[in-house]
């Protein structure tokens, strides 16, 4: 089980003091609520009448389901739980990174933001911070399939772990917004951004596993000559499909010529 803080302890000790339940019960409800991303909880301990299920607005069953008393302060005690840990950062899921299939199967998309900081409750469990520990606390973080990303607005970086090595992006003047994955042999991993859709290798790599890379993209580890993790055939038409969609915002009036050139220059400059 994850461990406390000596901020968490304290937090269950006032709460414990407050509403007349032990420390063990309370560390028991805590953690049921945080499993139930601060909405529900599904508990079983001796001091709420064993088994139970909590839901925030209003419903809670327990095993004594006749002592109103109890119940109105285990719904208390869930209702503070639910709102210290909503003021946690980076505990509950907001719409961070969520997958969906789309019809088909031939993509998932994931949507980026609002999973920021750390937690100052618990301890931070070593195998969910993978990424280079300069690069901080990330922006936004999630996983498709077997990618795992961790976003770092500040810093411009886009860390990504694939085949069990860890690869670091420039993000350059991207403000990513999510991440799409193709399916299938070779599909590509792309991201959104205000520039539209584009494909993760169109970044320069910066680092894998920690080692610097020359500003040309480099092969896949294990894999000579392969191309970086989300490479596919047909690149060269994702630049193609960019610089059109760029075209179509230039039309618009969102985009004036000079930007246009510009961020035109730049794709063709990838190829």
């Known amino acids: 089980m994850q461990q406390l803080t000596s901020e968490g302890q304290r937090l269950v000790a006032d709460l414990s003091q407050r509403h007349g339940f032990s420390p063990d019960a309370v560390t028991h409800m805590l ?5 139930g991303n601060g909405s529900m909880a599904q508990f079983s301990h001796p001091e709420f009448a064993g088994s139970g299920q909590w839901m925030q607005g209003g419903m809670l069953m327990l ?8 119940k109105s302060r285990v719904d208390a005690l869930c209702n503070e739980l639910s709102n210290v840990l909503a003021n946690q950062p980076g505990l509950l899921q907001s719409g961070s990174f969520q997958s969906q299939s789309q019809s088909g199967g031939a993509r998932q998309q994931q949507n980026a933001g609002g999973m920021m900081g750390e937690s100052s409750l618990f301890v931070p469990d070593p195998a ?9 606390q990330p922006n936004a ?12 607005a500040g810093a411009r970086r886009l860390a990504v772990k694939t085949g069990g090595q860890v690869w670091v992006y420039d993000t350059l003047d991207h403000q990513i917004g999510g991440f799409s994955q193709q399916q299938g042999v ?3 991993i792309l991201f959104t ?21 020359a500003a040309s993209q480099p092969s896949a580890p294990g894999q000579p000559g392969a191309s970086a993790p989300g490479a596919a055939p047909g690149a060269e038409a994702d ?6 969609r760029l075209g179509k915002l230039r039309a618009d009036g969102l ?8 961020k035109k220059a730049e794709l063709l400059g990838r190829l």
Do not use: C, K
């Not at 630049?239 to 059109?244: H, R």
């Open 239 to 244: 630049v193609f499909s960019a610089i059109e």
């Open 141 to 152: 973080t999630g996983s498709q399939n077997n990618v795992q990303y961790a976003y770092f």
């Open 255 to 262: 985009l004036t010529e000079d930007e246009f050139a510009a």
């Open 63 to 70: 095993g004594d389901m006749f002592n109103h008393g109890l």
């Open 193 to 213: 951004s205000q520039y539209g859709t584009v494909v993760l290798t169109a970044l320069p790599v910066v680092s894998i596993d920690g080692r610097p890379q």
């Open 128 to 136: 969910q911070h993978w990424w280079p520990v300069e690069l901080g």
């Open 31 to 35: 953690f049921a609520v945080l499993h």
């Open 186 to 188: 070779g599909g590509s």
